[in-house]
C-alpha cells in the first residue's frame, strides 16, 4: 500500500514500514461502537487514506474487538496490512491465563488468530511487563513464534526503561529475536516519562515507538470543556476520569484552544500533529467511534509544528506534564 497523503516511517531500524497515524480498537470496536457497518466504513475509510496499521488487543472486550476488526480485515489484501494484538491480561479465571508465560503466549496467540481470522500479526505485543515472568522465557516464547511464523515481530507496552533493556538483553543472550518496537502512552499531558526513560531507551536500542491516547480520551479535543457527556470515554472510566479530568487540566485545554484558533486548526488535529512531531515516534495509535471523527484526525497529517508553535504548547504543557 501506498497513498501520498500519508506518511509512512520506519519502525525504528527494522524495515517495517507504518502509517504514521493508525486506527486502534481500544475501548471501540465491539465496545461503544458495535453496529457492523459503522466499523467496516471506519476501517474501510482508514485503509483508503492509506493507514496500514491497525492495533488491537485480545483484553479489548474480551476479544471482541479483535473480531470485529477482523471481520473488516478480510475483505482487504492481507499483505497490505500491519496488524497488531497484544497478550498479557487474565481472560479467564484460570490461573494460567494471564502473565507472559511460555504457556500463556502460545494458547494466546492461537485464539486472537481465530478471532481476528488471519494466520499470523505482524506485530505481537506484551501488553504489560510480567515481573513473575523471567524476561529469558518471554523473550524465547515470542522468538519461537516468530519462527512459526504466526508472528513477524514482537515489541513491548508500557514498559520501563530498565524493562525494555531486559527484554533485550535476555533476547540477545538467548539468542532470541528481541523486541522490535515500545507501546507507550504520549499525549499533551502525558509526555514526562517519554521524553525522560521511553525515548532514550528506545534510541538506544533501535526500536520503534507506536504511541496510543494522544487525545488523552478526548479531554485534548475540548470534549469535557462543558461537563461530561454521557457515554464518553472518560464518563465510562473512573479511573481516565481521575486521571485527566483535573481543574489544571481543564484550563491548560482552554487556553490551548486559543493556539490552536491561531494556527487554524482544531485542538485535536494540533494535539496529534505535536505527538507525530516527537522524537522517535512511528505513529500515532487513533480511536474513532465514527467516520467523520477519523477523517477529522486524518488532517493531523498536514499541521506543522513550528519552532514557535513547538514553544507555546511547552508554556501550556511543560515537558513535566504527568510526572508523578
Same mark, same amino acid.
Given at each position: 500500500?501506498?497513498?501520498?497523503?500519508?506518511?509512512?516511517?520506519?519502525?525504528?531500524?527494522?524495515?517495517?514500514?507504518?502509517?504514521?497515524?493508525?486506527?486502534?480498537?481500544?475501548?471501540?470496536?465491539?465496545?461503544?461502537?458495535?453496529?457492523?457497518?459503522?466499523?467496516?466504513?471506519?476501517?474501510?475509510?482508514?485503509? %483508503?487514506?492509506? @493507514? #496500514?496499521?491497525?492495533?488491537? $488487543?485480545?483484553?479489548?472486550?474480551?476479544?471482541?474487538? /479483535? !473480531?470485529?476488526?477482523? &471481520?473488516?480485515?478480510?475483505?482487504?489484501?492481507?499483505?497490505?496490512?500491519?496488524?497488531?494484538?497484544?497478550?498479557?491480561?487474565?481472560? %479467564?479465571?484460570? @490461573? #494460567?491465563?494471564?502473565?507472559? $508465560?511460555?504457556?500463556?503466549?502460545?494458547?494466546?496467540? /492461537? !485464539?486472537?488468530?481465530? &478471532?481476528?481470522?488471519?494466520?499470523?500479526?505482524?506485530?505481537?505485543?506484551?501488553?504489560?511487563?510480567?515481573?513473575?515472568?523471567?524476561?529469558?522465557?518471554?523473550?524465547?516464547?515470542?522468538?519461537?513464534?516468530?519462527?512459526?511464523?504466526?508472528?513477524?515481530?514482537?515489541?513491548?507496552?508500557?514498559?520501563?526503561?530498565?524493562?525494555?533493556?531486559?527484554?533485550?538483553?535476555?533476547?540477545?543472550?538467548?539468542?532470541?529475536?528481541?523486541?522490535?518496537?515500545?507501546?507507550?502512552?504520549?499525549?499533551?499531558?502525558?509526555?514526562?516519562?517519554?521524553?525522560?526513560?521511553?525515548?532514550?531507551?528506545?534510541?538506544?536500542?533501535?526500536?520503534?515507538?507506536?504511541?496510543?491516547?494522544?487525545?488523552?480520551?478526548?479531554?485534548?479535543?475540548?470534549?469535557?470543556?462543558?461537563?461530561?457527556?454521557?457515554?464518553?470515554?472518560?464518563?465510562?472510566?473512573?479511573?481516565?476520569?481521575?486521571?485527566?479530568?483535573?481543574?489544571?487540566?481543564?484550563?491548560?485545554?482552554?487556553?490551548?484552544?486559543?493556539?490552536?484558533?491561531?494556527?487554524?486548526?482544531?485542538?485535536?488535529?494540533?494535539?496529534?500533529?505535536?505527538?507525530?512531531?516527537?522524537?522517535?515516534?512511528?505513529?500515532?495509535?487513533?480511536?474513532?467511534?465514527?467516520?467523520?471523527?477519523?477523517?477529522?484526525?486524518?488532517?493531523?497529517?498536514?499541521?506543522?509544528?513550528?519552532?514557535?508553535?513547538?514553544?507555546?504548547?511547552?508554556?501550556?504543557?511543560?515537558?513535566?506534564?504527568?510526572?508523578?
Amino acid at each position: 500500500m501506498f497513498n501520498a497523503d500519508m506518511q509512512y516511517r520506519y519502525m525504528g531500524k527494522s524495515g517495517l514500514r507504518l502509517s504514521a497515524l493508525s486506527l486502534g480498537g481500544w475501548t471501540t470496536y465491539g465496545a461503544s461502537v458495535k453496529d457492523e457497518d459503522t466499523v467496516e466504513s471506519i476501517i474501510k475509510h482508514a485503509y %483508503s487514506a492509506g @493507514v #496500514n496499521f491497525f492495533d488491537i $488487543s485480545d483484553i479489548y472486550e474480551k476479544g471482541e474487538a /479483535e !473480531k470485529a476488526m477482523g &471481520r473488516v480485515f478480510k475483505e482487504l489484501p492481507r499483505h497490505e496490512l500491519v496488524i497488531s494484538t497484544k497478550v498479557f491480561w487474565p481472560m %479467564s479465571e484460570d @490461573v #494460567n491465563d494471564t502473565g507472559l $508465560s511460555r504457556k500463556h503466549i502460545f494458547e494466546s496467540i /492461537e !485464539k486472537s488468530l481465530k &478471532r481476528i481470522g488471519t494466520d499470523y500479526v505482524d506485530i505481537y505485543f506484551c501488553h504489560r511487563p510480567d515481573p513473575n515472568t523471567p524476561a529469558e522465557e518471554t523473550a524465547c516464547a515470542m522468538s519461537d513464534l516468530i519462527r512459526q511464523g504466526k508472528v513477524l515481530y514482537w515489541g513491548t507496552s508500557e514498559h520501563s526503561a530498565a524493562q525494555i533493556h531486559a527484554a533485550s538483553t535476555a533476547a540477545k543472550e538467548w539468542y532470541a529475536y528481541p523486541p522490535r518496537v515500545e507501546q507507550p502512552q504520549l499525549s499533551l499531558v502525558a509526555r514526562h516519562r517519554y521524553h525522560t526513560e521511553v525515548q532514550p531507551a528506545i534510541e538506544e536500542l533501535g526500536m520503534g515507538v507506536v504511541t496510543w491516547s494522544p487525545l488523552a480520551s478526548g479531554l485534548l479535543s475540548g470534549k469535557y470543556d462543558d461537563g461530561l457527556p454521557e457515554g464518553a470515554r472518560l464518563w465510562r472510566s473512573e479511573n481516565l476520569r481521575n486521571s485527566y479530568l483535573t481543574e489544571d487540566n481543564k484550563q491548560r485545554v482552554k487556553k490551548f484552544k486559543t493556539l490552536a484558533d491561531e494556527v487554524g486548526v482544531t485542538r485535536a488535529q494540533l494535539a496529534i500533529a505535536w505527538c507525530l512531531a516527537q522524537k522517535g515516534v512511528s505513529s500515532v495509535i487513533t480511536g474513532a467511534t465514527k467516520l467523520e471523527q477519523l477523517k477529522h484526525n486524518l488532517e493531523a497529517l498536514k499541521v506543522q509544528i513550528t519552532p514557535e508553535v513547538s514553544k507555546r504548547i511547552d508554556e501550556i504543557f511543560p515537558p513535566t506534564m504527568g510526572k508523578k
